[in-house]
């Protein structure tokens, strides 16, 4: 049941600092026995970034999850967005290793990536993302499926 604490706590973390209703982007290519599971796809909540678009997957049998999401904000700075994201994540107690676009994460009952590319557009700071994790129900399996997942952050939105 720890894991359930886990995976909110990605998705909450990876939501820390949207403004806007996501639109729907395009689906990645799912792996096997995954779907979409729009109750995971967490509603933004008040903040000075925008979402661009939200989607969440998974096969919750074989407890694996992924989440892919476009975040915007005028004027953000990338090393201040990169560290708000490690805190947020840390504050929901989980352990964060890596810097820079890859970042490992593991605790309450669940571990997997997060890659994100952030770049400067107009003004604004976009930040493309895809999270990929998984409880301890086929950890082998779920890992490899979240390495396809994460070739291209944003799941090809």
């Known amino acids: ?4 604490l886990g995976i909110a706590a990605v998705l909450a ?3 820390f600092f949207a403004a806007a209703a996501p639109k729907k982007p395009r689906a990645p290519a799912l792996p096997q026995g ?12 008040p903040g000075p970034a925008r979402v661009e678009s939200r989607r969440a997957y998974g096969d919750p049998a074989s407890g694996c999850y992924a989440l892919t999401q476009q975040v915007s904000g005028q004027g953000a700075k990338v090393d201040a967005t990169r560290a708000a994201l490690v805190a947020g994540l840390r504050r929901r107690g989980l352990e ?6 890859l970042l490992t994460v593991s605790g309450l009952g ?4 997060i890659r994100t590319e952030l770049r400067a ?5 976009v930040a493309v993302s895809a999270a990929c994790f998984y409880n301890q129900r086929q950890p082998d399996r779920c890992k490899a499926q979240c390495a396809g997942l994460l ?3 944003g799941g090809g939105s």
């Open 1 to 4: 049941m720890s894991h359930l």
């Open 13 to 15: 973390a990876s939501a």
């Open 34 to 45: 995954w779907r979409e599971l729009p109750e995971l796809a967490l509603a933004a909540s």
């Open 96 to 101: 964060v290793r890596g810097d820079r676009e």
């Open 110 to 113: 669940v571990e997997g990536t």
């Open 121 to 125: 557009d107009h003004g604004r700071l």
């Open 151 to 153: 070739d291209r952050p």
